[in-house]
């Protein structure tokens, strides 16, 4: 089992449709995947149709297997599961604090689900936080989108300087163009020459396309509603670029 | 076993398309959507020859289709795990299963048995979903038409078609509620049976047609003559049964189970032949000694490699990869002795021999004589007081082969009550067979071992003269004939115990019981 998480400190940047629509074509590839939606603002739950609520809160998640296997639900594609969000994930933070070795939790937690699910996707909510540092210890992958930005290209300088001083295991990082705006001559500019320049950036580039919005609508995958479309071309060639890095 | 199917449908042919059934039926508290194209697949039912799914209740069903391999095992309450795999060959363990939850569930059922395809459908599976007031599936019902594969993989027989109800992963409650609405809709009947049930009836079988135990129903009254022939010819059914697997070597039990029905067989003809016709033990008995013999080496080397894994990793001293070298001459002089077994097996010899015993057995018998309760009361009678007198001798100081001959004459006293256990009190019958295992596991155990020291020094000196063995196999083997010696000692310290368990006047009353009426 993998974990692979969508994740950058700032947000709008793209992280939720990377989530649902790289979960939904690893589950189509024949993967079973859990995505949790980590965000208390429940977009991925929202995009998949399932009530953003668990019973008991981020604090019964936390404790344990059980609690974690009752809140999961099943969504309308096969091998695709979602861990909902819930309203409490604002605060899991202070719940992970109060646990032993919180950094660790998250991992612990996850690591027995390996004989139910190939990949788990994690969606983080944009932040800095002491639950972002967990999903950071827990995940092998880390997919992040980028504004094509000079700010946003320091950014990911930064994470890339925070996991290497990680003691043990570290993820390995994928970072890629997110919501291009081809009329931008600056983000032509970075999404051309910034994966030339640094090996971890993706080839691939995610644009700003209305049909990518339109999830919201559809609340389903665009990779679902529109699978011929460019939008979807283009996370079905992120998808394929990231397990090409071994995933 | 399974008995109900709450989530399963029968669906009755009017010519409605049941998508509209379903819909009918759930709204307006749900709606329905179609769910995609209805796909052609190939489903394979999987079980070990003995059952051992369906008697726990589960099934295991392989469906194949274009972009699907998936195995699906339900148990009785309708629970479901499922494991995508591709190119796995059947007859095989459940070891050949990738590593997950499936795989995990199985093991501890099947055992040391193959799983091997039961029956065979092809089926046009076609989902619907049903929608929440999100819009979200919460549940698929499945609509399944299936006909029975015929000759050359064309399709025979058709079935009924069959609704299913199968809820997303924490939608249960609703999925219930879908399935108790349809309960009560026109032209859908609730499923009395599995689609595997149904399958097998249409094909002609019957689940549980093979065991090994000796299930003939015997009367106190009957000929002790037709009872004898009764259970003689359920062991030759048992014996003829396991030959083509012992041959294509599906799994050891094959041979295992053959073995067991020879030994009934010859204890048989040994404590009550005298009701057979005149003749028939000295001509017979002699034929399934050989049969014996001529099984005997392979299973002794079954009884290694089956327990190999759990000899080489208890290895204290030398590591699992020492022994290898020893795995690999079990598993050459295994090929070699089946070969042979085999050859007896496919011998005119042995074709001569089940044919002219069902003959024999088969033969009118006169309907005079004493009954079979009189012959099982005297005989077991006898074979108990012999185990008691032969037992009782046993001292600290005894050689081996008293203890050797005293396990022969506990599994004749075993042989015999399987043999008469419908004449008998369940509850009283029971209880005697477990104070006799009790005995003969500790016989068992001191005689494989006894039997296992002998053949580790005999391959160690096979390894040596045929091949360049490295020291360090053969010294991993030392260290596994110290941990056999080790068993042995322990089941001889424990003889004592289990003989005075066995020789309790608990023990004793529950046989006087079950051999009243024997003459004393």
């Not at chain 1, 210890?137 to 950014?155: E, G, K, N, Q, Y």
């Not at chain 2, 209805?38 to 070990?48: A, E, S």
């Not at chain 2, 299930?215 to 062991?235: F, G, I, Q, S, Y």
């Not at chain 2, 110290?482 to 289990?498: N, P, S, V, W, Y």
Request: glycine fraction near 6%.
């Amino acid at each position: 089992m993998k974990i692979l998480a969508t994740y950058n400190i700032k947000g709008g940047v793209g992280k939720t449709s990377t989530a649902v629509n790289i979960g939904h074509l690893a589950a189509r590839d024949g993967l079973r995947v859990l995505l949790w939606d980590l965000d208390p603002q429940g977009a991925a739950s929202f995009l998949l149709r399932v009530r953003p609520r668990v019973k008991g809160g981020g604090k019964a998640l936390i404790k344990g297997r059980r609690e974690l296997d009752a809140a999961i639900k099943g969504t309308d594609f096969d091998r695709l599961d979602l861990l909902p969000a819930d309203f409490t994930y604002r605060n899991l933070d202070l719940i992970l604090d109060s646990t032993k070795k919180p950094t660790e939790r998250l991992d612990r937690l996850l690591r027995p689900l390996a004989d139910e699910y190939d990949l788990i996707v994690l969606d983080c909510p944009p932040s800095i936080s002491l639950l972002s540092e967990s999903v950071l210890h827990a995940a092998d992958f880390l997919l992040v989108p980028l504004i094509p930005t000079t700010l946003s290209v320091r950014t990911l300088d930064q994470l890339s300087d925070f996991i290497a001083g990680f003691d043990g295991h570290k993820p390995q990082v994928l970072a890629f163009c997110s919501m291009i705006d081809r009329r931008k001559r600056l983000h032509r500019e970075i999404a051309e020459h910034l994966p030339e320049e640094r090996s971890d950036v993706a080839r691939t580039v995610i644009p700003a396309l209305s049909l990518i919005e339109r999830m919201s609508v559809e609340r389903a995958p665009v990779t679902a509603f529109a699978p011929r479309s460019a939008a979807a071309r283009q996370y079905a060639a992120l998808w394929a670029e990231v397990t090409e890095r071994g995933l | 076993m399974v008995e109900s199917f709450p989530h399963d449908f029968v669906l009755a042919s009017d010519g409605r398309p049941p998508v509209d059934v379903v819909r009918a039926t759930l709204a307006p508290r749900f709606t329905v959507a179609p769910g995609g194209r209805p796909r052609t697949l190939r489903l394979t039912w999987l079980d070990t020859f003995d059952w051992r799914l369906y008697e726990a209740g589960l099934t295991l069903q392989h469906s194949v289709g274009p972009r699907v391999s998936e195995y699906t095992l339900t148990a009785s309450d309708g629970a479901q795990i499922t494991s995508a795999a591709k190119g796995l060959r059947w007859p095989a363990l459940a070891d050949v299963l990738p590593p997950g939850p499936l795989r995990a569930r199985l093991q501890p059922v099947t055992g040391v048995r193959a799983l091997l395809p039961i029956a065979r459908v092809s089926a046009t599976v076609s989902r619907i979903r049903v929608l929440n007031a999100d819009d979200k599936t919460i549940a698929w019902v499945a609509v399944t038409g299936m006909s029975l594969a015929g000759p050359g993989g064309k399709n025979g027989t058709g079935l009924p078609a069959r609704l299913s109800v199968t809820a997303v992963r924490g939608y249960q409650a609703q999925a219930d509620r879908i399935a108790r609405c349809l309960t009560v809709a026109a032209g859908v009947t609730p499923a009395a049976a599995s689609p595997l049930d149904d399958v097998l009836a249409a094909a002609g079988r019957h689940p549980g047609d093979y065991s090994s135990k000796i299930d003939v129903k015997l009367t106190p009254e009957m000929p002790a003559r037709c009872a004898m022939e009764e259970v003689l010819l359920r062991l030759l059914d048992t014996l003829e049964a396991n030959v083509p697997g012992t041959i294509k070597e599906i799994d050891t039990e094959f041979l295992h189970d053959l073995r067991v029905a020879v030994r009934r067989t010859r204890s048989g003809i040994k404590l009550c032949g005298d009701v057979l016709p005149a003749g028939a033990p000295e001509e017979f008995g002699g034929e399934f000694k050989w049969l014996g013999d001529v099984t005997t080496p392979i299973r002794d080397l079954d009884v290694y490699l089956l327990s190999y894994d759990q000899m080489a990793a208890g290895l204290q001293a030398a590591t699992p990869a020492e022994l290898d070298p020893f795995h690999d001459h079990l598993a050459q002089s295994r090929q070699v002795e089946q070969r042979a077994l085999v050859r007896a097996l496919r011998s005119h010899r042995f074709l001569r021999l089940v044919k002219a015993w069902r003959k024999e057995l088969a033969a009118p018998a006169p309907r005079r004589g004493i009954t079979a309760a009189a012959l099982a009361a005297d005989r077991i009678r006898r074979a108990h007081r012999k185990v008691m007198k032969r037992g009782s001798a046993i001292t600290p100081d005894s050689p081996p082969e008293s203890l050797h001959d005293l396990r022969k004459r506990c599994k004749e006293l075993r042989y015999l009550l399987e043999f008469f256990a419908s004449l008998h009190d369940p509850a009283i019958h029971g209880q005697a067979v477990r104070d006799l295992k009790g005995l003969q596991d500790c016989l068992g155990e001191y005689q494989d071992c006894q039997v296992q020291q002998h053949e580790i020094r005999m391959f160690a000196a096979q390894m040596m003269t045929e091949r360049d063995v490295p020291a360090t196999a053969l010294l991993a083997m030392g260290e596994l004939a110290g941990k056999i010696a080790r068993r042995e000692r322990r089941a001889r310290r424990e003889f004592a115990d289990r003989f005075a368990d066995f020789a309790s006047p608990a023990s004793r009353h529950r046989f006087r019981a079950l051999t009243a009426g024997a003459g004393r």
